[in-house]
């Protein structure tokens, strides 16, 4: 199948990789040349600019937006929104807020075009492990990219099978119903994922200082963080991805010294705890979880480095002033 794809960032360059190790055809654009020039070295057809873009692609045209929330993928829209003709579909694979998708799928449903949000997990390891995605909109749009959407995808892997598992959500892809609760499910997704590691971070922070002055002699232990992280991969019920890049963090230097434990939000969590303030529905640890990141750019404890640790190892997100 043929796609169109605008954004090559970390994640934008690796979904058009793995579309072409299966044989679709790709034509990309970014704002930065050298983005397409790597992505034509490696058989994507290059753009230089939205329309472009547009002009290189077979009606109906798909192009598939991976740009930050907000700003960059509105003008992005409204530019496809006016290149776009009837019958295509613009698909939001970015992290956008569900209720501008919603607005926006309204405005391009005037001009005969239809819209897919699309919330997708995986970072910068979906090149290899494949992306989890989570679709809203339009059914039939939907079926007419599922192409895609199973390569992207992880597929079966070794996880074993549910009975009665939906064979779409077992291959790691699913249409979550009308536009925008593509990106909410995802949204209570991230949202969840602040807790997770929140916990996570709490604990080991707890490991780390069992060795305090502060505590009777014979009740200090100096523990080895890494082998804990370690064993409790193996067969624990707390064995998880998140924990897999908590041992390779702890692997590489147990003092996480190249991390300052100054965490950022990228949005979803406050979006999470602001639908669960809409829904009266109790939420503490997320809250707590988001809260506790505001407060690191305050102080920092070891927990925070952890939380920085495995924000870099599944997305490489770089802390707040880094210049790396």
């Not at 034509?27 to 939205?50: F, H, P, Q």
């Not at 992207?152 to 119903?177: F, K, M, N, S, V």
């Not at 996570?200 to 305090?212: H, P, Q, T, V, W």
């Not at 523990?223 to 897999?244: K, P, Q, T, Y």
């Amino acid at each position: 199948m043929q796609l169109g794809i605008i954004g090559l960032g970390r994640m934008g360059a690796n979904i058009a990789r793995r579309l072409m190790r299966d044989g679709h055809t790709t034509v990309v654009y970014d704002r930065d040349a050298k983005a397409i020039e790597a992505l034509a070295a490696d058989g994507a057809v290059g753009a230089k600019d939205i329309k472009d873009l547009v002009g290189k692609l077979d009606a109906p045209r798909a192009v598939w937006v991976m740009l930050p929330a907000g700003q960059p993928t509105e003008e992005t829209v409204i530019a496809l929104g006016e290149a776009l003709g009837a019958g295509d579909t613009v698909i939001d694979g970015g992290n956008s807020f569900y209720k501008d998708d919603v607005r926006r799928a309204k405005a391009l449903e005037k001009k005969g075009l239809t819209y897919l949000d699309v919330g997708t997990s995986g970072g910068v390891w979906g090149l290899e492990r494949g992306y989890c995605m989570m679709v809203g909109g339009d059914a039939a749009a939907f079926q007419r990219v599922e192409p895609i959407l199973k390569t992207l995808a992880p597929g079966l892997g070794t996880i074993p099978r549910t009975q009665g598992a939906d064979a779409r959500a077992e291959h790691g892809y699913i249409h979550t119903g009308p536009v925008g609760s593509g990106h909410f499910v995802k949204m209570i997704h991230n949202g969840i994922e602040y807790g997770l590691m929140q916990a996570y971070a709490e604990g080991f922070d707890i490991l780390k200082n069992k060795n305090s002055t502060d505590l009777p002699e014979d009740q200090r232990y100096d523990l080895n963080l890494a082998d804990i992280s370690e064993v409790w991969r193996r067969g624990s019920v707390v064995s998880s991805w998140l924990l897999d890049l908590t041992a390779a963090a702890l692997a590489g230097d147990v003092k996480l010294s190249k991390f300052s434990g100054e965490v950022a939000d990228s949005g979803e969590g406050r979006w999470t705890i602001e639908a669960a303030i809409e829904e009266a529905v109790p939420a503490e640890v997320l809250s707590s979880a988001l809260f506790t990141r505001f407060r690191s750019r305050e102080e920092h404890t070891f927990g925070e480095k952890l939380l920085s640790a495995m924000r870099f190892g599944f997305g490489g997100h770089v802390e707040i002033g880094s210049k790396s």
